[in-house]
């Protein structure tokens, strides 16, 4: 993913999935620096992540 896919997510409205690493994660924002701020749904623990290692998935219902 790169970091203007990732800003259209968060400003969207749409429940759309991201992997990382194989697990899914909420976008909370994304940083000048090419990283995002996640919150890992699986551990409830947010982290910063490369956008290039984000994966869109699809979109939830």
Known sequence: ???IRAK????SGKLIQVLY???PVWLE???DNNTAEVT???RKDKIEV????LVEDKELV
């Open 1 to 3: 993913m790169d970091s």
């Open 8 to 11: 259209e997510i968060i400003s």
């Open 21 to 23: 690493q194989g697990s």
């Open 29 to 31: 924002n994304v940083k």
């Open 40 to 42: 890992r749904l699986d």
């Open 50 to 53: 490369p956008v290039y290692l």
